[in-house]
């Protein structure tokens, strides 16, 4: 059962994405939040797998909180999924950077919510059409990579670095590199812990930042 946790200042917004959640079998609504500061406290009091969280909110806003549940040990297991209206360069990269798993707009189908939240749950990056376009546009607009990013990585490591950028799985970059999965979950652990990232998703903004992954628009 995914234990999801709701912060959003508006308890319309609240109610109806817990009663969509709740209509899930895998998924329990433990608790909801009205500002950033209540959703950390909450995150840990109610042991919760994701937080959906707005950005937007009065005091302690979505990214701050973001950014102390990801510094915080005792919620290492906890990931964020931000829902939010506004879908900017600055707040799709504060996000991820600040330790968020996944990002959407609150217009997205009931349906890709429920999935985003499987998906962030299970440790996998997800990023919506328009979060990915503002992360191209980022990186596009520098005109070199930040030096230093890759030069504690091997070969096979930028390689399949590469390959998560692009979007694969862990099967997938199985299947593309021809080894076992076990050992793909290894190279992603071992780059986890190399670039100090704390999911994927911080993966794929190393591998865009670095030039590895160059956007094809």
Do not use: W
């Amino acid at each position: 059962m995914i234990r999801v946790l709701l912060a959003d200042d508006q308890a319309l917004v609240r109610s109806a994405f817990a009663l969509l959640i709740s209509s899930a079998e895998d998924m329990a609504v433990v608790g909801e939040a009205a500002d950033g500061a209540q959703a950390v406290t909450m995150a840990r009091a109610e042991r919760a797998d994701v937080v959906v969280m707005d950005i937007r909110m009065p005091g302690t806003d979505g990214i701050a909180a973001t950014a102390r549940i990801a510094e915080d040990p005792d919620l290492a297991g906890v990931r964020v999924l931000i829902l939010t209206t506004f879908e900017t360069d600055d707040n799709v990269l504060g996000a991820l950077r600040a330790g968020a798993s996944g990002f959407l707009v609150k217009d997205a189908k009931p349906g890709t919510l429920l999935a985003a939240i499987r998906t962030v749950a299970a440790g996998d990056a997800l990023l919506s059409p328009g979060a990915t376009r503002a992360l191209i546009t980022r990186v596009l607009a520098q005109p070199d990579p930040p030096p230093g990013v890759l030069d504690m990585l091997t070969a096979r490591e930028r390689e399949v670095l590469t390959l998560i950028g692009r979007g694969l799985s862990n099967a997938e970059l199985a299947e593309e590199l021809v080894i076992s999965p076990l050992t793909a979950k290894t190279y992603v652990s071992r780059l986890l812990t190399k670039l100090d990232a704390r999911d994927r998703a911080q993966l794929v903004i190393a591998a865009y930042e670095s030039g590895l992954v160059r956007p094809q628009l």
